[in-house]
C-alpha cells in the first residue's frame, strides 16, 4: 500500500494512486515568475487541480508517483513542510508592510522565523504565526507558537492548535519592545519543547506542567 513520502514532500491523495506536492512559500509571499512556474509544472504533469492551503502555500494536487522527482526539479523550488514532526508552517499577516490596521512588522518577523524554524526536527508538529495586530488575521489563537503586534510591541501566544480537541493559545509575555527579545522568547520555547521530548502538541505539554511553571522556565531560558 502506498504511503506518504516524507523524503519527497509527497502526501498520498484520496484515490490511493496519486500526490500532492506544495513548494514553500515562506508567508505566502510570492511573485508573478514563481506563481507561472507552479502553473506551467502543474499543466506537464497533469495536476487535478491547484489548491491554496493554510500554510499559504500553492499544492499540486494529483501528481503521479513516476513524475514526482521531475515535477520538483521542474519547479526548482524546496517542499513545504506539510507532514512530519517538525515545525510546519509559519502564517503570516501583511503587517505594517501593506495593511492599514498593521501595528508590528509581521512579514519581517515572520520571515525571520521561517528562516530559523521551518522544517525543524522536533518530537511533534509545531505551528507558528505572527500577526501584524490583534485582528489576529494568521491566527495566532489556534497556533502552537506565535506572535500578535501590539502599539506597544510584541505579545508572544502559545499552546494553541486546531485538530479533535482545539485549544486557544494562551498568552506568554507582552509588551515585548523588540523583535530580538521576541526571538530569544521563541527560541527558548523551542529549546524547552524539544529538551523535553514529549510526543503531542506543545499545549498538552504545557497543560501538565502549568502555564506558570512554563513561563518561568521559559522566561529565564531566554534571559540567558
Known sequence: MKQDMVEKGAILQRDGETYAIAPHIPGGITDPRTL???ADVAERYRAQVLKITSAQRIALIGIA???????????GEKPGRAIGLCVRSVKICPGTTYCKRGRQDSIGL??????LYHGAELPWKIKM?????????????????????TPKGWKVMVGGNGGPRPSL??????????????LAIVAAV???????????????VIEKVGLEAFRGEVLAGAAQ
Open 190 to 204: 523551542v529549546d524547552w519543547f524539544r529538551i523535553r521530548g514529549e510526543k503531542t502538541r506543545l499545549g498538552r
Open 65 to 75: 508517483e513516476a513524475d514526482i522527482d521531475a515535477a520538483w526539479a521542474d519547479l
Open 36 to 38: 507561472r512556474k507552479i
Open 169 to 182: 493559545s494562551q498568552p506568554l509575555a507582552e509588551d515585548i519592545g523588540t523583535e530580538d527579545r521576541a
Open 110 to 115: 515572520g520571515l525571520e522565523l521561517d528562516r
Open 129 to 149: 504565526g505572527v500577526s501584524g495586530c490583534p485582528i489576529d488575521c494568521a491566527e495566532v489563537c489556534i497556533k502552537d507558537v506565535g506572535l500578535v503586534g
